[in-house]
C-alpha cells in the first residue's frame, strides 16, 4: 500500500491550504482514512478522519470548522480543506489508512493506522 500526500507550504495566517493524499495497492473504497500532524518536539496527532463511504467525519477539536476532509473514491484520494489557517496549524501532515473494512465510525488513534504517508510540511507565519 502507498499513500502520498501533498499540497502543503509556507501560508499566511488566515490563509488557506488544500492537502491531497493519493492511494494504490489495496481497494481504496472499503478503508476509513485520516489526517494526523506531528509539530517539531511534538507527538503525532489526530486532526480528521472519514469512514470508507465519506459520509461520515470526525474532526480534532482545535481544527473543527475550519478543515473539511473529504475522499474521491473513484479517484482513490483524500482531501484536506484548511481555512482560517494558524500558526499552531504549523506541521508535517500524515495521511493514513485504517485497516477495518467497511467500518461505520471513524477512530482516532494514532495506532490503529497501519499504513501511513510519508508526510507534508504546512507552515503557517507571516
Known amino acids: 500500500v502507498q499513500l502520498q500526500a501533498s499540497g502543503g507550504g509556507l501560508v499566511q495566517p488566515g490563509g488557506s491550504l488544500r492537502l491531497s493524499c493519493s492511494a494504490s495497492?489495496?481497494?481504496?473504497?472499503?478503508?476509513?482514512m485520516g489526517w494526523f500532524r506531528q509539530a517539531p518536539g511534538k507527538e503525532r496527532e489526530f486532526v480528521a478522519a472519514t469512514t470508507w463511504s465519506g459520509r461520515i467525519t470526525n474532526y480534532a477539536d482545535s481544527v473543527k470548522g475550519r478543515f473539511t476532509i473529504s475522499r474521491d473514491n473513484h479517484k482513490n484520494m483524500l482531501y484536506l480543506q484548511m481555512n482560517s489557517l494558524k500558526p499552531e496549524d504549523t506541521a508535517v501532515y500524515y495521511c493514513?489508512?485504517?485497516?477495518?473494512?467497511?467500518?461505520?465510525?471513524?477512530?482516532?488513534?494514532?495506532?490503529?493506522?497501519?499504513?501511513w504517508g510519508q508526510g507534508t510540511l504546512v507552515t503557517v507565519s507571516s
Open positions: 495497492g489495496r481497494t481504496f473504497t472499503r478503508y476509513g
Open positions: 493514513a489508512s485504517d485497516p477495518e473494512i467497511w467500518a461505520d465510525e471513524t477512530r482516532a488513534e494514532v495506532d490503529v493506522y497501519d499504513y
